[in-house]
T-cell receptor, first 111, second 116 residues
Framework: SQQGEEDPQALSIQEGENATMNCSYKTSINNLQWYRQNSGRGLVHLILIRSNEREKHSGRLRVTLDTSKKSSSLLITASRAADTASYFCATEATGFQKLVFGTGTRLLVSP | GAVVSQHPSRVICKSGTSVKIECRSLDFQATTMFWYRQFPKQSLMLMATSNEGSKATYEQGVEKDKFLINHASLTLSTLTVTSAHPEDSSFYIC????????????FGPGTRLTVT
């Protein structure tokens, strides 16, 4: 399987704390994307980082990419209860348009 | 923004029947559409890629005769689950891309299929 791995599978924190999720993948990529999914709902695109980028910020989100290790991390700072959701990384492999999703991290932020 | 809709949002059907799910790009033309399946508490798995006017490309292990995909226009793709069985119960999500070189995919809200 080409599916990426994410860890942790589940993360439970208090409001105000930071949450870090990691993603590892297997192939050369054009870009890596992070998505959020609330229970039983569709996907919300959070951020895209290209293979030639190492770090990207968007609001309270910080994404890093290490292509030598084939890994990425998503940091959510000052988390809120509304950040409770599942988070998925997805990679677009070099030469392909399709996305391969990671296994996901279920984040629970308690008030 | 780029909006993708799916219809229906939920469907319950009896075992052995067929069900059609529609995916529409509302404010842009989608050269390529993708269909994913997601089982409870699992990730999204790509089922097939369809380009307007041509046959869909199915991922390994996905039965093309069971999951019929039609992409007849630049704004509509349909997925028909034929002779559905309880194990086909899942969350089906489509996404759309403006062209074959674009890395941006816009996701629909998903369709929850329950086969009884």
């Amino acid at each position: 399987s080409q599916q990426g791995e994410e860890d942790p599978q589940a993360l439970s924190i208090q409001e105000g704390e930071n949450a870090t999720m990691n993603c590892s993948y297997k192939t050369s990529i054009n870009n890596l994307q992070w998505y959020r999914q609330n229970s039983g709902r569709g996907l919300v695109h959070l951020i895209l980082i290209r293979s030639n980028e190492r770090e990207k910020h968007s609001g309270r989100l910080r994404v890093t990419l290490d292509t030598s290790k084939k890994s990425s991390s998503l940091l959510i700072t000052a988390s809120r209860a509304a950040d409770t959701a599942s988070y998925f990384c997805a990679t677009e492999a070099t030469g392909f348009q399709k996305l391969v999703f990671g296994t996901g991290t279920r984040l629970l932020v308690s008030p | 923004g780029a909006v993708v809709s799916q219809h229906p949002s939920r469907v319950i059907c009896k075992s052995g029947t067929s069900v059609k799910i529609e995916c529409r790009s509302l404010d842009f033309q989608a050269t390529t559409m993708f269909w994913y399946r997601q089982f409870p508490k699992q990730s999204l798995m790509l089922m097939a890629t369809s380009n307007e006017g041509s046959k869909a490309t199915y991922e390994q292990g996905v039965e093309k005769d069971k999951f019929l995909i039609n992409h007849a226009s630049l704004t509509l793709s349909t997925l028909t689950v034929t002779s559905a069985h309880p194990e086909d119960s899942s969350f089906y999500i489509c996404s759309a891309s403006r062209d074959t070189t674009s890395y941006e995919q816009y996701f629909g809200p998903g369709t929850r299929l329950t086969v009884t």
